[in-house]
């Protein structure tokens, strides 16, 4: 009980591993290709929540750095992932993820 | 801290995040499953409140909500056609992905709750450190910085490159 009711670090790595094993799950299981990249974006930010976890209990600033370039790096992830997913719907019609088996039309 | 108020409102955050994500990766709907991703984004944003990065909270409602979510909503909307949003997505690999899921989440937990405890610093971060970021942003990581913005530049334009309206193809 000691252990529920004072929010310690475990609390959170319980969260992030949560958010991690979900997103795994999507990225395996999903064949739209829009719902991959929600996973994608589920894993980065259980990374995060680990990443200013640990920072906090150190009491560092490097988790907190990292954190501000994983959502930067995140962003830029998306942008390029959108622009590949809306040509490959372009060109095969689908964002069907295990129907799509050639590089060129 | 074992305030119960503190407690209380930790859990509430946790469950909403948990629960949202959950039912992104369950639902079968791609709508829905973005719109529950808002719910888990302003959920992760909470909880980085709760470790006293504030600045990231705010970073991350503002990238996460108003740039990457509507930009995978323009993406479903687009390649599922505006009319249809019943759209359901496919499923496959349903065994292999549970035992993963189940795997993973049980392995990690087993490690975190066997192996004994953590140590907390005496120094844990407390109160609000946007100074502390402008001040590291500033001098030890500044080179990763410029590299970082550099790289979004690149990035953005060649989304927009590849993203283009081609005149010649349509």
Redesign the interface.
Known sequence: MEQL???????????S??????????V????????V???V??IL?AA??NF??F?????G?EG??F???V??????????A??????I??IFKS??V?SIDSMKE | MSNPTYTVIFYLFAAITVFSAAFVVFTRNVIYSAFSLLFTFFGVAALYVFLSADFIAVTQVVVYVGGILVLLLFGVMFTNGIMQTGQKSEVFHIIPGTVLLAGIIGALLYTFYTSHGWMPSETTLQGSIVERIGFETMSHYVLPFEMVSILLLAALIGAAFLARFDKSGK
């Open positions: 009711t004072t929010i310690g670090l475990n609390h959170y790595l319980t969260i591993a949560i958010l991690l094993g979900f997103g795994l799950f999507a395996m299981t999903r064949k739209n290709a829009i719902v990249l929600m996973g974006e589920l930010n995060n929540i200013l976890a920072s906090k209990y150190n009491g600033m907190v750095m954190a501000l370039f959502i930067v790096i995140a962003a830029a992830e998306a942008a390029i959108l622009a590949i997913v809306i040509n719907f372009k964002v069907d295990s």
